[in-house]
């Protein structure tokens, strides 16, 4: 057993944990903070996404005594501090990015990875960005209207495929 200390959407906390046990299983397990999602257990689907040190991560194929001293966000800390929508989870609501809403958490960081990064995508890097996640339900042109209109740029010329 080990213990770990980090901090997770501005709050310091810490745990004891196995040698084995995942970032995404402390998360989900530990700390109760189920919006982070648990799909493939492969890294294959982005669905566990969440910001360590401001890059984004794949949670499931981390284990939480490397995040030791870390500073993470997970999808409950995208919201705005009154806890209304953050701009990236609006946009996906406005412009029906989810519909099961499985990935929608991995998807939104995916989303917030970018936007840090590079403020106005264009739909090709838009797409080629989110090529580790994998949605089964919306075909990715809403997801991809989303994030454009969440980084501010016109939305009616991305065509659908």
């Known amino acids: 057993m080990a213990n770990v200390s980090m901090t997770v959407n501005g709050k310091t906390v810490s745990g004891e944990v196995k040698g084995n046990t995942l970032l995404v299983d402390f998360l989900r397990q530990n700390l109760h903070l189920t919006g982070t999602h648990v799909g493939c257990d492969t890294s294959q689907c982005g669905a566990c996404n969440v910001s360590l040190n ?3 991560v794949k949670s499931c194929t981390m284990f939480a005594a490397e995040a030791d001293g870390a500073d ?3 999808i409950e800390g995208m919201a ?3 806890g ?3 701009v ?3 946009a996906f609501q406005e412009y029906h990015g989810l519909q099961c809403g499985f990935c929608t958490p991995g998807m939104v960081m995916a989303a917030q990875d970018l936007l840090k990064k590079n403020p106005k995508p264009t739909e090709a890097e838009v797409r080629h960005h989110l090529e580790g996640n994998i949605c089964r339900c919306t075909g990715y042109h809403n997801i991809v209207k989303a994030i454009m209109a969440a980084s501010g740029q016109d939305v009616g010329a991305i ?3």
């Open 159 to 161: 065509a659908a495929e």
């Open 54 to 56: 401001g890059d984004v």
């Open 84 to 86: 209304s929508l953050g």
């Open 80 to 82: 705005n501090e009154d």
């Open 88 to 90: 990236i989870q609006a």
């Open 72 to 74: 993470l966000t997970t």
